[in-house]
C-alpha cells in the first residue's frame, strides 16, 4: 500500500498539464476562429474582392484559359471555394450570373465584380479578354469564384 501511494502521488506530481509552444499557438488560432466576429458589408466586400483578386491572380499564372479542370478543382478545394468559368452556353448558371455574363459581353461591365448570392455567399467575377492587332478588346469568358461569407469574415483582421 506504501508503495502504491508513492507511485499515485509519482504521477500525480510527474503530469504538470503544460503544453508546447505548437500546442498553445494552435490553441490561440482555435479561440480565434471560434471568435465572434462583427463586419461591415463594406468590410466584407473589400476583403471578398481582395480574396477574389488574389485567387484570380493564381489562376492567369497558370491556366489562363480555364481549361485546366484538375488544377481548378485543386485550388478549389484548397481555398474552400468554388471555381468556374462563366462562359455562354453553360446551363448550370444562376440568374445572377448570366445576368453579369450578358454585361461582360456587351461591354456595360469591364472591371471584377462582388454580387451577393443569397444571404451567406458571394460571387467574384473578373472578365477576361483577348487583345485584337487592332487594338480592340473581345470579351471571352469570365472567372467566376463562389465563397461563404463565413470563410471572408475569418479572413477579415
Known sequence: MKYFSLLIL????SCT???TDEQRKKMKENMEMNEIKK????EI??????????????IQKRDKTLSNQSFLDSLSQA???????????????R???????????????????????????????KPLVREHPDGSTEFTKAIGIRMTKKKIVLKIK
Open 95 to 125: 440568374s445572377v450570373e448570366r445576368q453579369l455574363l450578358e454585361a461582360y459581353a456587351s461591354e456595360v461591365q469591364s472591371s471584377d465584380n462582388i454580387q451577393k448570392m443569397g444571404p451567406d455567399s458571394l460571387l467574384y467575377t
Open 45 to 58: 466586400t473589400e476583403a471578398a474582392f481582395q480574396f477574389g483578386r488574389q485567387t484570380a491572380l493564381i
Open 79 to 93: 481555398l474552400e471555394v468554388e471555381i468556374f468559368a462563366l462562359q455562354s452556353g453553360n446551363q448550370n448558371l
Open 17 to 19: 498539464g503544460t503544453l
Open 39 to 42: 463586419a461591415t458589408d463594406a
Open 10 to 13: 509519482i504521477l500525480i506530481f
